[in-house]
Structure formats: structure tokens, C-alpha cells
């Protein structure tokens, strides 16, 4: 199936390189330089191709650049607003803060809080139990021999207002490895989020 997927996407790609060379001409010279910007073309395309038949991966350009719809002045203070909402929720929202979170960052943090609305939107059971999270951000501290990488640490409580699952539960402390980025001068966001407990 992924070789199926490979050859499809190889084969789009030769399409679509045909249509980047300029329109044939009358003059010799045109028609050289169209033959010369074709071969070239169909060349880089073969290479590709046969590079994903041998590691079954098709290397396609770099993605488009993500931008955040908000950022914060310290990576400190990003990290803090960003664990603040990620803790801090309902059954009735907690989709739509994810997405909202999703926004607010880059790169495998928007991916991981997509994939949280993804699946929280269509959790019946997290509505109808009326879960809800709330917690606390206790700490975010530099990760030792790192210049981008925070350890964040929370203390939360889950609950439920529909089922009894979640009565008596204490609260529970978790740790956190974030990572910022610089999205401009002194303008930091998210750029990963990976819970670690």
C-alpha cells in the first residue's frame, strides 16, 4: 500500500513538472532551452523516483512555514500560557482549546494538539461523563544542555460531573518537555510538547 502511494505521488510529481516549462517557441534557441528545462526536469523526477523505490520514501520539498497566531515576549512565559490552557478544561471545550492551541503554535506541538482535537471532538464518552481537567503550571525550568528544550511541571486534578470514575481522585503531578522557538526578534512560541508522565 505505501509502495502504491509512492508511486503515486512520484507520478503527480512527473505530471506536474511538466507543466513548469515555459511554452514552446518558433525560435531554435526557445525550443533548446525547452528541451534542455524538460530533460533536466524528467531527470530530477527519475532520480526521485528511483531513490523511493530503494528506501520506499518519497522526498518531497520543505513544507510551507507555520506561523503562530499569537506569541509571548520570554519562552518562559509561552511555555506558562500555553501549559496554562493545555491543563485547564472541559468536556464542552476541550476540542475547541486544542484547536485553539494548535494555532498558537508550530511544527510537532500543532500537530500533537490537531491530533488532541481530532480525537477529542469525537469522544462521546469524555461528554457524556462531563470530564473536566484542572491544574496548576508549579515549574518550567531550562533542560540541562539545552538552549531550547523546558521541563514544565504541573499538579492536576481530574473530574467528572455524570460518573462516579473520577470521585476521590487526588491531584497528580506531571512532567512536561517543551520546546520554543523564536518566531522573530524577542517573540517566542511553541514549537514541541511532549508529556512525559
Known sequence: MRLALVVAAASVSLLGCSGLA?????TATSTTATSANATS???????????????HEYVSGPPPRQRADRSSASAVRAIEMFA???????ASTVAADMRAL???????????????????????????GGIANTGTVEAVALLSGSHDEYVVVTREQTSATNTAAYQGLRPAWHITLATVVEAGAGQWVLSGWQPES
Open 102 to 128: 494548535a494555532a498558537a503554535s508550530v511544527g510537532q506541538a500543532r500537530s500533537a494538539m490537531a491530533l488532541a482535537a481530532a480525537t477529542t471532538a469525537g469522544d462521546y464518552e469524555l461528554r457524556r
Open 84 to 90: 496554562t490552557a493545555y491543563i485547564n478544561w472541559r
Open 41 to 55: 526536469a524528467t531527470a530530477t523526477a527519475t532520480t526521485r523516483v528511483a531513490q523511493a523505490q530503494r528506501t
Open 22 to 26: 515555459p511554452p514552446p517557441s518558433t
